[in-house]
């Protein structure tokens, strides 16, 4: 079974302030880690993913999240945040196995970036 | 949101009613998804499929059902059965590529009146 964990409910971050929202994950095998974004009523926005290789991954609109596989994280950053930024951003998690294809999401966590 | 379409955007139903969520998608995926969102829940995955007239139940698929008769087409019932249906629901697909990422609809959000 797979499994996916934000710990954080919310995160508030002053505009030009970094910003990081955590991410760990469970899996029998091998991860596919992937972070999307939500705004209001639609849908969700792929924003990157790991596969293998590189423990950086830089994906759209300035993100970047470090793959650790000793801590079984997957956590998003933004250098800078921007006030557009604010939004829902949910961690989700595929075991390399699976051959459904079936993704395990987080709970979200609501970001609030204030000027 | 592009190659997704979901219709319609708002549903209102009564108790008692099925009603139908479309979900199309040209892409040319051959795997699509339903899940359900709800406030502090994330998405739950509800059916999916991987081709043409077969798919698969996922974590809460009471209460739901789905046909895939086209590629491009996996439309959801919600049937009366689902005792607590008003939520967001979000179609999805994606290539048989294993690593590939699933590109989501704009969503249709279903209340119970």
């Known amino acids: 079974a797979q499994s996916v964990a934000q710990p954080e409910d919310q995160v508030n971050v002053a505009e030009g302030n970094p910003l990081t929202v955590k991410c760990t994950y469970s899996?029998?095998?091998?991860?596919?880690l992937f972070w999307y974004v939500q705004y209001p009523n639609r849908g969700l926005q792929f924003l990157l993913k790991?596969?293998?290789?590189?423990?950086l991954v830089k994906g759209s609109y300035g993100f970047e999240a470090e793959f650790n596989k000793s801590q079984t994280s997957f956590h998003l950053k933004k250098p800078s945040a921007l006030v557009s930024d604010s939004a829902l951003y949910f961690c989700a998690v595929r075991d390399m196995t699976d051959s459904w294809g079936k993704l395990q999401f987080g709970a979200g966590t609501q970001v609030v970036v204030t000027p | 949101d592009g190659g997704i379409t979901q219709s319609p955007k708002y549903l209102f139903r009564k108790e008692g009613q099925n009603v139908t969520l479309s979900c199309e998608q040209n892409l040319n995926h051959d795997a699509m998804y339903w899940y359900r969102q709800d406030p502090g829940q994330g998405l739950r995955l509800i059916y999916y499929?991987?081709?043409?007239?077969?798919?698969q139940k996922g974590d809460i698929a009471e209460g739901y059902s789905v046909s895939r008769e086209k590629k491009e087409s996996f439309p959801l019932t919600v049937t009366s059965a689902q005792k607590n249906p008003t939520a967001f629901y979000l179609c999805a697909s994606s290539s048989l590529v294993s690593n590939n990422e699933q590109f989501f609809g704009p969503g249709t959000r279903l209340t119970v009146l």
């Open positions: 899996v029998s095998g091998n991860p596919y």
């Open positions: 499929s991987q081709i043409v007239n077969d798919f």
């Open positions: 790991y596969i293998t290789g590189d423990n």
